[in-house]
């Protein structure tokens, strides 16, 4: 079993940045990747950003070049750092460990973060 605790989330104006955090702990060696999704109300979870455990990133296209997704293999802890936040990236965002040969949504989410951006 894998734990995934996400924190950081908070609420910000249009134009600042905030950092999420994801914590991962027990059977982390069975994870392939860890993703981003968020879910707005009345809106479908999205896939926002993802990192491999080599280190292989991916977008969505509305966060290209304002996200970055990051990790520090000693601290098992992977990153989200927004930029230039929006309103529409208001959501709760949550954390999503995806074992080997297995494709996204992974079986491991953690217990969401709430971002709100003000215009």
């Known amino acids: 079993q894998v734990q995934l605790v996400e924190s950081g989330g908070g609420l910000v104006q249009a134009g600042e940045s905030l950092r999420l955090s994801c914590a991962a702990s027990?059977?982390?060696?069975?994870?392939?990747?860890i993703g981003w999704y968020r879910q707005a109300p009345g809106k479908q979870r999205e896939l926002v950003a993802t990192?491999?455990?080599?280190?292989?990133?991916n977008y969505a296209d509305s966060v290209q070049g304002r996200f970055t997704i990051s990790r520090d293999n000693a601290k098992n802890t992977v990153y989200l750092q927004m930029n230039s936040l929006k309103p529409e990236d208001t959501a709760v965002y949550y954390c999503?460990?995806?074992?080997?040969?297995?494709?996204?949504?992974?079986?491991?989410w953690g217990q969401g973060t709430q971002v709100t951006v003000s215009s």
């Open positions: 027990g059977s982390t060696g069975s994870i392939s990747a």
């Open positions: 999503n460990g995806k074992p080997y040969a297995i494709s996204w949504p992974g079986r491991y």
């Open positions: 990192i491999s455990n080599v280190g292989s990133t």
